[in-house]
């Protein structure tokens, strides 16, 4: 008997939020996989503002103009009107891939729903503000205790209870939630330790794990431009202490993830970024 077909891992990046560093996570953790030897396919949901799909643009260009590889993923922005276009899509884009990542819209979006309830690895990032926080749970203003989970939270719960009642015909495979603290410098000590009190208390309702993310840092920014990461040596010239930092924590990030790698020969050997029409 032929092997079945394997299916990809599903990672989405979501959060209803803008500005919580979702597409510029997103990116860094598809190149990391790719430099460790993964084959990533990556769709942007976001036709609008179009972050990922424009960052994975420019690193492109930089290979063409530098005549270089960089690690990365086969991209391409959503094209489809409806869910099925969507999943067909999906299924073109990942054909042969070890994972298929999705970065959605910072806002409340039918796409952004359905990836998320369908994930396998699920990402929320999140400033450590109560504004962000807001997006998962609400919070008693006198003790900051959470008094109840916010829309978002419960739809993904919900979602994870309807797969874990999927049969083995339906593909039941569990959902891992992880939510990933961003720009945590920025937070003073007490509101830093209040949100901790208030995610603690949450995950254990909701059942999410939660990771360290990255730092706001300017350079960041500065590499958009040029699709660069912290993870192309030999790219970026001389790096600063806290660039190096920054590299650590984005491997921190990756390894908090708990992704499942693929075990293969040719694992080592890492796939350049690319738009789907050259793949």
Wanted: aromatic fraction near 8%; include cysteine; proline fraction near 4%.
């Amino acid at each position: 008997m032929s092997a079945p077909p394997t299916v990809p891992h599903r990672i989405v990046f979501a959060n209803e939020k803008g500005g919580t560093g979702k597409s510029t996570t997103a990116v860094h953790v598809a190149v990391a996989l790719a430099y460790q030897g993964a084959k990533v396919a990556a769709l942007d949901l976001d036709t609008r503002q179009k972050t990922f799909f424009r960052y994975c643009e420019n690193r492109a260009e930089t290979q063409r103009r530098r005549g270089i590889m960089l690690a990365g993923p086969v991209f391409d922005i959503c094209h489809g009107d409806s869910i099925e276009a969507l999943e067909e899509e999906a299924a073109r884009i990942s054909k042969g891939m070890d994972f298929l990542l999705f970065d959605t819209p910072g806002r409340d979006d039918p796409f952004a729903r359905h990836v998320a309830a369908s994930a396998d690895t699920l990402v929320t990032p999140m400033n450590d503000s109560f504004v962000d926080f807001d997006l998962i749970g609400h919070v008693d203003a006198e003790n900051f205790k959470v008094r109840k989970l916010s829309f978002y939270a419960e739809l993904i719960w919900e979602a994870r209870i309807k797969r874990s009642r999927a049969t083995i015909e339906e593909q039941k495979r569990e959902m891992d939630w992880v939510v990933v603290r961003n720009r945590t410098g920025f937070t003073d000590a007490r509101n830093q330790r209040r949100i901790d009190g208030a995610l603690t208390e949450l995950s254990k309702r909701v059942g999410f794990r939660v990771s360290q993310g990255l730092s706001e840092r300017v350079i960041y920014r500065e590499l958009f431009p040029s699709g660069l990461t912290l993870l192309d040596k030999g790219q970026l010239g001389e790096l600063g202490t806290s660039h190096l930092v920054a590299r650590q924590e984005l491997r921190n990030l990756v390894g908090n993830l708990r992704l499942p790698m693929p075990e293969r020969d040719d694992r080592t050997e890492a796939t350049a970024t690319r738009p789907l029409e050259l793949a």
